[in-house]
């Protein structure tokens, strides 16, 4: 009787590690069919559990998350601990790692994780990828800098309850154009609890998958928080690729009646164009047009990144980034960032999405 228990309970012990192997066998699937996983998560499974769990997370005003990883980093010194105490063999230490790790990877892909194998933005938008050249770029940014010189203006007295009510309605107005069914959940911005560290490592916000929760550090500038806000409202809505979510943030930011939404998409963006232009010998000519007022903003906020920058964190978490987003197949890892430049370039130049649309593109 004692064996027969004892095996029962070795099976019993082994069916999260192996439900978690059926599960990578589904995200092989899911990769292999974007379309599939598009239908069946993206929209099916994946809007109801947005729905549910960030209507239960809104209601506590911590970061569920934040307390949730906290946990499980305490996990470790428990741990050490209990074997020294010899409370707990190794091999149940084992075990219980084991079990730890399967439940996490598990419920991440179940509440958000599939998202990384849907199909791509331009899919989903029925936008036309483009093949611009190095002159049709050009005069994209020239566009961009003039329009952002032209709309600027300060954030100082933008509240940030009214840069997330404009940055939420802008969402609501547009859901038809992203495809995606409003409101699917709350997405109440929570400040990040060890801000100040992930500054130093020049992390801005964060989506937290498990509690369904959008992040924004508390260090980041009134110029930069509706556009980082609407970053991580992208993440929430489901989408997953950096560049993506950098697409969705400009968007409803530069489509928003405000003024103010739409200088700091201006300004976001045109970093990303910059960026790219910078090894181009038609750069200092760029970079002449841009006005001292628009200059000044971001030296502000580069110097003001630089001066909380800890060079080791930032190194050590741009190294678990990139890991992170190439273990879900994001080949360009921390570089998916900046391939925001192309969704921008397709859909400023998709003249058949454009007349089934009205936007205000740079003039």
Known sequence: MTKLKSRAQIR????????????????????????????????????????????????????????????????????????????????????????????????????????????????????????????????????????????????????????????????????????????????????????????????SGYFGPFFNEVHVNKKVLPIEYPVILAHEKAHQLGVTSEAEANFYAWFVCSQSDSKELNYAANLYILRHFLRQAYPLKEYPELAEKISPQVKDDFNRIRQHWMELRNEKLDQAASTVNNAYLKTNKVEAGIQDYSGVVKLVLDFSLDSAFQQSHSFMLPE
């Open 12 to 203: 019993k012990g082994w069916i999260l590690p192996i439900t978690a192997i059926a599960c990578f066998g589904l995200t092989e699937l899911a990769a292999r069919n974007p379309n599939l996983t598009e239908s069946w998560y993206s929209k099916g499974i994946y809007p109801f559990v947005a729905q549910v769990a960030s209507s239960i997370s809104s209601v506590i005003p911590l970061s569920v998350d934040d307390l949730f990883y906290i946990a499980l980093l305490l996990c470790i010194p428990v741990m050490i601990a209990l074997l020294v105490l010899r409370k707990i063999s190794f091999r149940q230490a084992g075990k219980l790692t084991l079990n730890i790790l399967a439940t996490g990877y598990i419920a991440f892909y179940l509440l958000w994780g599939f998202n990384y194998y849907r199909q791509d933005l331009n899919a989903r938008l029925n936008i036309t990828a483009q093949q611009p050249d190095k002159q049709t770029f050009l005069e994209l940014t020239n566009k961009l800098i003039d329009q952002t010189n032209r709309n600027h203006c300060s954030l100082e007295n933008l509240s940030a309850e009214k840069a997330d009510s404009l940055v939420e309605f802008s969402y609501k107005q547009l859901a038809p154009v992203l495809k995606f069914e409003y409101p699917m959940g709350k997405r109440e911005d929570k400040s990040i609890t060890f801000s100040h560290f992930f500054a130093q490592s020049g992390i």
